[in-house]
């Protein structure tokens, strides 16, 4: 019969696509957790993986698999943190999502107040851009997002969380750090450095362009770099200027690595929004982290 460990092991697999990071995670090892998918692949009498390719990508009976393994590994969770809230521990594991700019902050801070608080708690944070992390919690693979956009989609909820701005920075070095504003029409002669186009920055930048009459091709993109890390680097290497959420260059701001340049007649202002699905009950410690994250969110 199918076993708890098993569906977290192949979950897992799953996600980080390789069996060796997987093994890390779990505190495994390697070979046990290959004899832990045989035997599920058994239990159903098919392949769940392939495993031929660079990367471990599940079959299509494996997707069904996933699906479902996800909902009973957040009902078990439920059940056993709702046993020992009961018996008046305060235990379990916590994973949550957060996009790129709540990622650098204050998503670790606060995560790292709460687990001195609670040191029993296991604590898990998944990193994607916006629509990969609402996309987690849709799916039940995280409880809690913290994202830069929203979606329309009954099964989930967003609550307001915090104010953020996008600015548009470049390096000390590069020569539009000169210049402390530039016009809007100015900033389609920007070579700029994009996020991915699920990235919430992309989404809300698309979106205050078109107050302006403005789309993406008016402006001089010279390439596109998945998530703000990336983008960061290639800013601060001098390749040209991005505009990004303020939320993850705290640091590079007040060092006077990045220069940041106001953008005339451009509203960059926006929300970070906590993400959750209707559809799941929360657990217990993932309530209080809730609690936690709304009544320390200015840490």
């Known amino acids: 019969m199918t076993r708890i460990d098993q569906l977290l092991s192949f979950c897992t697999v799953v996600e980080l696509k390789s069996f060796s990071l997987s093994a890390d995670r779990l505190g495994i090892t390697q070979p046990t957790i290959s004899l832990q998918i045989k035997a599920l692949e058994g239990e159903f009498g098919t392949e769940l993986l392939h495993?031929?390719?660079?990367?471990?990508?599940?079959?299509d009976e494996g997707k069904i698999v996933y699906e479902n393994s996800l909902k009973i590994l957040a009902l078990y969770e439920k059940t056993r943190q709702a046993v020992f809230s009961n018996r008046g521990n305060f235990t379990g594991s916590l994973t949550i999502g957060a996009s790129s700019g709540p990622a650098d902050y204050p998503i670790p801070i606060l995560l790292g107040e709460f687990k001195m608080e609670h040191p029993e708690c296991i604590i898990n944070l998944q990193v994607g851009d916006s629509s990969e992390i609402i996309d987690k919690v849709f799916n039940q693979s995280v409880e809690l997002g913290f994202?830069?956009?929203?979606?329309?989609?009954?099964?989930?909820?967003f609550e307001s969380y915090l104010e953020d701005?996008?600015?548009?920075?470049?390096?000390?070095?590069?020569p539009l750090a000169q210049k402390?504003?530039?016009?809007?029409?100015?900033?389609?002669?920007?070579?700029?450095?994009?996020?991915?186009p699920g990235s919430g920055a992309t989404i809300n930048l698309r979106e205050a362009l078109a107050t302006g009459g403005l789309t993406f091709s008016d402006l001089n993109i010279l390439m596109e770099l998945g998530l703000q890390d990336s983008v960061k680097s290639a800013v601060l290497a001098g390749y040209g200027a991005a505009i990004i959420s303020s939320l993850g260059i705290k640091k590079e701001i007040e060092s006077g690595l990045l220069q940041e340049i106001e953008v005339e007649g451009l509203d960059?202002?926006?929300?970070?929004?906590?993400?959750?699905?209707?559809?799941?009950?929360?657990?217990?410690i993932t309530k209080e982290f809730l609690a936690f994250a709304i009544r320390n969110k200015d840490l």
Not at 51 to 59: A, G, K, V
């Open 51 to 59: 495993r031929e390719s660079h990367h471990i990508l599940p079959t």
């Open 147 to 157: 994202v830069g956009t929203k979606r329309r989609d009954g099964n989930l909820y």
């Open 165 to 174: 701005k996008l600015v548009l920075v470049s390096a000390q070095s590069h």
């Open 180 to 196: 402390k504003r530039i016009s809007f029409q100015e900033l389609r002669k920007i070579p700029l450095i994009m996020q991915q």
């Open 268 to 284: 960059l202002y926006r929300k970070i929004f906590i993400c959750y699905n209707r559809m799941l009950p929360l657990t217990n």
